[in-house]
């Protein structure tokens, strides 16, 4: 079992922030947390370092292992849990973006205005969500969340436009020093035309005014994505596993 380091909880608290305002309740219960929502895929446990298997709340079907859990992946296995997806944590690297290469026709904007926000909400649903069914599912809960962040000062929503019409999203979430990264979507017939990448500089430029330190975000691990934000600098400090029992 690691060591868990001051980096690593800074990682892990800057996404909690993101999940209390977005997915659910989080609780603290001795060496767990819970997050608790009205979507099944959200409702987990997250494995702290002294965590035991008596522990867990009975029901308990979820939970997140880290480096540095109380419990190894070979007793959750033991006891019924399966591993179902693998995240990993990065952080990006000083100086990179100076080699980025950016859209100069991209209007990129801060949502002020509930309009702003609805614009915002539909390309992330859209950009999430590949099939008509899916987008009707999670749009209007993604949505309700975003706009009850509206006015939230530790968060900013971008939206970049070309002529006029809104194609990708990027939001940050400040927690301490740390800035993370969320909601990265991009309309899918504007996919790897440097969409994305010209929003998160306006967001990382934003953070460095706001005085922020490190830049986070969270990918699957070893997927097509996480190669992308390594290309652009970004480097995994961890990976974390989610396990699963029926």
Not at 54 to 81: C, I, N, Y
Not at 93 to 115: C, S
Not at 119 to 132: D, I, M
Request: hydrophobic share 40%.
């Amino acid at each position: 079992m690691a060591k868990i380091g001051q980096l690593e909880q800074a990682l892990v608290r800057n996404h909690l922030a993101f999940l209390s305002t977005h997915r659910g309740l989080v609780q603290q219960v001795g060496d767990l947390t819970y997050i608790e929502s009205d979507r099944p895929e959200f409702a987990y446990a997250l494995l702290g370092p002294s965590s035991r298997m008596e522990d867990l709340r009975p029901g308990t079907k979820v939970v997140q292992h880290f480096p540095w859990s109380g419990m190894s992946a070979a007793e959750l296995q033991s006891q019924g849990f399966q591993p179902i997806v693998g995240f990993s944590y990065m952080v990006l690297e000083e100086g990179a973006i100076e080699q980025w290469r950016l859209r100069d026709d991209l209007d990129v904007v801060k949502v002020v205005r509930p309009d702003q926000m609805d614009a915002f909400s539909l390309v992330q649903g859209k950009g999430f969500n590949e099939t008509s069914e899916s987008f009707a599912q999670w749009h209007p809960w993604l949505s309700a969340a975003n706009h009850r962040n509206l006015k939230n000062q530790d968060q900013i929503f971008y939206v970049g436009s070309l002529n006029g019409v809104p194609v990708g999203t990027v939001l940050s979430v400040f927690e301490g020093s740390f800035c993370g990264i969320y909601a990265v979507a991009t309309l899918s017939e504007h996919r790897r035309k440097g969409i994305s990448t010209t929003i998160i500089n306006c967001a990382i430029h934003e953070a460095h005014d706001r005085g922020s330190s490190v830049v986070t975000l969270q990918v699957k691990q070893d997927s097509y994505v996480e190669e992308f934000y390594r290309h652009l600098g970004f480097e995994r400090i961890f990976t974390t596993t989610l396990f699963r029992r029926d």
